[in-house]
T-cell receptor, first 112, second 116 residues
Framework: GENVEQHPSTLSVQEGDSAVIKCTYS??????FPWYKQELGKGPQLIID?????GEKKDQRIAVTLNKTAKHFSLHITETQPEDSAVYFC???????????FGSGTKLNVKP | ETGVTQSPTHLIKTRGQQVTLRCSSQ?????VSWYQQALGQGPQFIFQ???????GRGNFPPRFSGLQFPNYSSELNVNALELDDSALYLC???????????????FGPGTRLTVT
């Protein structure tokens, strides 16, 4: 089955700086890669996603890049704000089996 | 448009007991997936239901079972509870045109289950 690894486990940045979180996946059949933000006591919130036929997608301060050859994808947050502080999860969809596999999460702390 | 809702919010059970967790899908969604999230870890896929049929299952024993109803709401049942079942249980709904074609999932707030 699919294996998703996520780095770093914790990330601390100054307000206004950029943050980058990276994930790798093992199954070349995976074709959809969402990113979720989870705040304390809440369920994960979909913030951006990318499909395997696209290399990059951007939504305001958030962007995701995908390198299918290397099997890795990254989340980029620019001009970070304190409200960006949360745990971020990457995931990969193993399409043939309709299963989502999640990374272990990155705790982002944006210092004011 | 209402989001995904789950009940109850918190639950405490004793080892060996049975529990039923409930999920209401987001309006217009026909697919529900259930996940187990242990403290400090990412969600782990339990199973998915599409139009009332199980449509994919993760590495969970048969004592984890589910149902999806005609209105696309869903239940997760866990029998013979073990201490390791203590976790946040999340459901996520999505819209699928066919089995194995759901992409954007929207999560509920979860049910925190504690087994003592």
């Amino acid at each position: 089955g699919e294996n998703v690894e996520q780095h770093p486990s914790t990330l601390s940045v100054q307000e206004g700086d950029s943050a980058v979180i990276k994930c790798t996946y093992s199954d070349s059949a995976s074709n959809y890669f969402p990113w979720y933000k989870q705040e304390l006591g809440k369920g994960p919130q979909l913030i951006i996603d990318i499909r395997s036929n696209v290399g990059e997608k951007k939504d305001q301060r958030i962007a995701v890049t995908l390198n299918k050859t290397a099997k890795h994808f990254s989340l980029h947050i620019t001009e970070t704000q304190p409200e960006d502080s949360a745990v971020y999860f990457c995931a990969a969809l193993e399409d043939n089996f309709n299963k989502f596999y999640f990374g272990s999460g990155t705790k982002l702390n944006v210092k004011p | 448009e209402t989001g995904v809702t789950q009940s109850p919010t918190h639950l405490i059970k004793t080892r060996g007991q049975q529990v039923t967790l409930r999920c209401s899908s987001q309006s217009g969604h026909n697919t529900v997936s259930w996940y187990q999230q242990a403290l400090g870890q990412g969600p782990q896929f339990i199973f998915q239901y599409y139009r009332e049929e199980e449509n994919g299952r993760g590495n969970f024993p048969p004592r984890f079972s589910g149902l999806q109803f005609p209105n696309y709401s869903s239940e997760l049942n866990v029998n013979a509870l073990e201490l390791d079942d203590s976790a946040l249980y999340l459901c996520a709904s999505s819209y699928s045109l066919a089995p194995a074609s759901s992409y954007e999932q929207y999560f509920g707030p979860g049910t925190r289950l504690t087994v003592t």
